[in-house]
């Protein structure tokens, strides 16, 4: 059985552009949520979505580390992996997402 999360508050996002082939523009948001003690464990979990991309499941999705701080960073560490198969994205007109490394 897995646990679902929810976002909670949010401390941070990032609102993508999606531009299809047809040359439609929709909106993806990338939220990242408050790190959290795990409830079934001594870990930390950080949750984060992404919603509104054609080619990525609504759903909050977390990641743990031993502390707050490596939640939060292995959060923001997944997000270029996540987004990296999900073609047509920009930000601020451009293709560089500006997540962190590989420039995505």
Known sequence: MSTEYELGRAVAS????FTAADGTRVPVLV???????DPEGPDWY?????TGHPGVADRVTAIFGVDSLQALQLALTC???????????TFL???????????S
């Open 14 to 17: 990032r609102e993508l552009v």
């Open 31 to 37: 939220e990242v949520g408050v790190p959290s003690r």
């Open 46 to 50: 950080c949750p984060y979505r992404i």
């Open 79 to 89: 997000l270029p992996d996540e987004l990296s198969d999900a073609a047509g994205l």
């Open 93 to 103: 007109g451009g293709t560089d997402l500006m997540l962190g490394s590989g420039g």
